[in-house]
């Protein structure tokens, strides 16, 4: 008995490490897990972000009202993938 449960629950284990996708970071870019990422309402819709230091940038540039000057600084700003 112990033997099977031993094996049902690795192979949960198992199933829950290789479907948990990454997302991409809506400010930086970084991935993250989907069960570890946050979630901010920004511009209109609800994006997902790392940590709390992006959460807090796209909280300040919606409380500052400066959506157009975000969006064209990110479109002049490619990630630095190294």
């Known amino acids: 008995m112990l033997r099977r449960l031993h094996s049902l629950l690795?192979?949960?284990l198992k199933v829950l490490l290789?479907?948990?996708t990454k997302i991409s970071c809506y400010h930086c870019g970084?991935?993250?897990?989907?069960s570890q990422t946050?979630?901010?309402?920004f511009n209109?819709?609800?994006?997902p972000v790392c940590c709390y230091g992006c959460a807090a940038i796209l909280k300040t540039v919606e409380e500052l009202g400066m959506h157009d000057?975000?969006?064209t600084s990110k479109?002049?700003?490619p990630y630095n993938d190294e």
């Open 44 to 47: 209109g819709a609800t994006r």
């Open 69 to 71: 000057e975000y969006q």
């Open 30 to 34: 970084e991935k993250s897990r989907k």
């Open 38 to 41: 946050l979630y901010v309402f």
């Open 18 to 20: 290789t479907t948990d």
């Open 10 to 12: 690795r192979s949960l």
């Open 75 to 77: 479109i002049n700003t």
